[in-house]
């Protein structure tokens, strides 16, 4: 029990999106352009002919990507510099597929991808006698199998919040992450490059929502360097492990894990699936929730401050991780939280409900050969409120060369309300 409450004590340190209710103000910032080439379309199933969220795009031979937003919607922008570019598509239990730029449409493009079905027979389960050695193989081989350098990466961050089905907020950032090696100790270092912001505070009923950590949510994630958080060598015990069918990554098999938390542990702990690829034992995506079965420990989990006349307790905590391979070697490519709050303010007849959705992709990265480090003032700190420090959502050229995520079509509607809004109160 000792074990299990450390790892509950680590939860709470920082891995997760802390929920303040406060209010909020912002500046602002710009950026040169650089030549690049833009593609935009959508990934499809072939078969049925729906999107595919989540799906990363890769220029091959380079570390440069993208990954398609919840509507299957993708944009990628490759320098002028990469001639003859070759797109890598790629999906979980999909065929990957290889794309010449020059034969995809700059507008409206259209990417399909086939479904691969695994037979049992493609992934030895023999080769161990349970689910939970396996796991314990993943992390004993993380050495071997994650990036053994410094790099320095570009990464795009995007936090989000919805009233019910409503858009009312969207932070959106480039930031740099020094990525440290795994089997190193030392922590990340993150900087923000640039940034932008836009709220509509009436619908927030004057109480803004800010998401603590910030990008460090979703680099959290990354559970191979950081596996406190979840996974250590005493806390798999406090889990259950299950094999379920095989699927695919990049046409290679993948052992496929479900885990959930012992009964006998109070919650909260996780539920979850790992997806193992099954040459190197090498993890190549996690998907989980957190048990919110107890709503007062979830709560003291997330909410970091609050109005005394406001209660606040989180019915959603979804997390997702993905990792990408190069040369041998796996490293952390994107990370996702999802979760949802209802807030009840006394005397005030229905609850509010509220979800905010954070993600950090990895777009680009280079290695780090010569140590370059931010400066210790311009580095985020984990506790940071990226909505606090930006603000401005009107310039449509505002990230330049770099990749983002297509945004959502109701977050793009929701902007563009607000800058009718904002444009109407200044006439």
């Known amino acids: 029990m000792k074990i299990y409450k450390n790892v509950i004590k680590n939860i709470g340190k920082g891995m997760f999106l802390t929920l303040l209710m406060v209010f909020v103000a912002f500046n602002s910032e710009v950026m040169a ?10 990934v499809i199933d072939v078969r049925t002919n729906s999107t595919l969220p989540s799906v990363n795009i890769l220029v091959k031979g380079t570390n440069i990507s993208t990954i398609t937003n919840s509507d299957g919607e993708y944009i ?25 730029a020059a034969n995809l449409p700059k507008k409206k493009g259209k990417i399909e991808l086939e479904a691969k079905i695994t037979e049992l027979t493609e992934v030895n389960l023999t080769a161990f006698n349970s689910a939970e050695a396996l796991v314990r193989a993943v992390f004993k081989d993380k050495a071997k199998n994650s990036l053994d350098e410094s790099v320095l990466m570009t990464a795009f961050y995007r936090e989000t919040i919805k009233k019910r089905n409503k858009n009312v907020s969207l932070t959106e950032a480039v930031v740099n992450l020094y990525k440290e090696p795994y089997n190193s100790s030392s922590k990340d270092i993150l900087e923000l490059h640039k940034a932008r912001k836009s709220t509509d505070y009436k619908r927030l009923d004057t109480v803004a929502l800010k998401l603590q950590g910030g990008p460090f949510s979703t680099l959290y994630l990354d559970i191979m360097k950081y596996p406190e958080y979840i996974f250590t060598d005493r806390s798999i015990g406090n889990y259950e492990f299950n094999f379920e069918s095989p699927s695919t990554v990049n046409d290679r098999p993948v052992y496929v894990v479900a885990f959930q938390q012992r ?38 989990l997330f909410v970091k401050k609050k109005p005394r006349d406001i209660n606040v307790y989180p019915t959603r ?76 959502f009107s310039d449509p050229d505002f990230w330049g060369p770099y990749n983002v995520i297509e945004p959502e079509k109701s977050i793009e509607a929701a902007i563009n309300k607000i800058k009718r809004k904002l444009k109407r109160d200044k006439s």
């Open 33 to 42: 352009q650089e030549d690049f080439v833009q593609y935009e379309g959508k």
């Open 76 to 100: 990628l922008k490759i320098p002028n510099s990469v001639s003859n570019a070759v797109l890598v598509v790629s999906n979980l239990g999909y065929l990957p597929a290889e794309i010449s």
């Open 263 to 300: 009964d006998n542990l109070p919650p909260p702990a996780y539920d979850g699936k790992l997806y193992i690829d099954a040459e190197t034992f090498a993890l190549t995506s996690a998907t989980y929730s957190m048990n919110l079965d107890n709503q007062r420990a979830a709560s003291e």
């Open 317 to 392: 905590a979804n997390y997702k991780v993905n990792y990408r391979e190069k040369n041998g070697k796996w490293y952390y490519s994107y990370g996702n939280v999802q979760l949802t709050f209802k807030v009840n303010k006394r005397r005030k007849l229905f609850n509010s409900v509220y979800s905010l959705s954070s993600e950090m992709a990895v777009t680009d990265w280079e290695s780090n050969t010569n140590g370059f480090m931010a400066r210790p003032k311009d580095r985020l700190k984990p506790t940071v409120i990226i909505a606090d420090a930006v603000s401005g």
